[in-house]
């Protein structure tokens, strides 16, 4: 990965990152030195720095010339991670100041919008596969407030979900998985199966997992179901094995009754169908 590369979580322009890169290797330096260095033109290298220094990452030194020295990396990380605070702050602020008229203008019409919808229609919206459906079951991580309950082949998408899984963890949350057993997979998948389950031993030893003797129907992830039926969500895939990921769409559903019986079929399967460890 080029350095410019490496700051892109930074949310850096190509100029600030080249910027930033050539002052951590140089250290304190002046602006026309900087821009000798780097490439970057001297017209644009003082506002370059500027909105350096503004977003905390580097130093103003005052005098004649100007310096400008970087903090050091752990600090730009930790500013980096307090900018996006304060940035969400700002912005739930400004959300909260709008509620009450928003919930005034608009709450009334979706309520009569709402009073045409069949209940048929009200049991699934879907998602693309890929990022909106990973996306989605972040949030369902984020929003537990009991259980997590996942149903996977390999779990394979532990990477883009692994914030918010240890995030549900850390708030005591409890985690299940039932994966598929490795002998109804093929080679590639055991091979991620298994780098994902010592994964899971290693570096989240909360979640349980078990491992289903038959094939799953229904791949996907649900949350706090209840048995009066009153509660929780699901996201899910049907299985298609002849249909690609990319031309598929995940369901969602906040009907109480069909994620309780998803927690029947769950709980079916873990206590009567499953072996803790694959032989």
């Known amino acids: 990965m080029s350095d410019v590369g490496l700051f892109e979580t930074l ?3 190509e100029y600030e990152a080249t910027a930033l890169a050539e002052l951590l290797r140089l250290g ?29 990452y580097v130093k103003i030194i005052p005098g004649r010339p100007k310096e400008y020295q970087p903090r050091s990396p752990e600090a ?3 500013r980096a991670k307090e900018n996006k605070r304060q940035e969400f702050e700002s912005f739930e602020r400004d959300v909260d100041g709008q509620r009450e008229e928003f919930l005034a203008r608009f709450g009334p019409a979706f309520e009569r919008g709402g009073d045409e ?26 929003e537990a407030d009991r259980a997590v309950y996942v149903l996977t082949k390999s779990f394979e998408y532990l990477e883009s979900v692994e914030p918010a899984l240890e995030d549900a963890l850390d708030r005591g949350i409890g985690v299940r998985a ?15 199966q298994e780098r994902i389950v010592d994964r899971l031993r290693a570096d989240h030893a909360g ?23 009153d509660d929780g969500e699901a996201i899910f895939l049907v299985e298609e094995p002849d249909v690609p990921n990319h031309m598929r769409q995940a369901a969602i559903t906040e009907n109480g009754s069909f994620v309780a019986g998803f927690k029947r079929y769950f709980d079916l399967v ?7 460890e694959p032989t």
């Not at 997992?209 to 949350?223: D, M």
């Open 11 to 13: 949310e850096l322009t």
């Open 28 to 56: 304190r330096t002046t602006a026309p030195n900087l821009a000798e260095a780097t490439g970057i033109p001297k017209a644009r290298i003082y506002g370059v720095l500027d909105s350096l220094g503004d977003q905390g």
């Open 76 to 78: 730009i990380l930790e």
């Open 117 to 142: 919808i069949t209940p048929a229609e009200e049991l699934f919206y879907v998602v693309d596969v890929g990022e909106p459906s990973e996306s989605e079951t972040r949030r369902l991580y984020h």
């Open 178 to 192: 039932l994966f598929h057993h490795p002998d109804l997979l093929d080679d590639e998948e055991r091979r991620i």
């Open 207 to 229: 979640v349980e997992f078990r491992f289903s003797e038959g094939r799953l129907p229904w791949r996907g992830t649900f949350t706090d179901p209840s048995m009066e039926y």
């Open 270 to 276: 873990w206590d009567h169908e499953s072996a803790a």
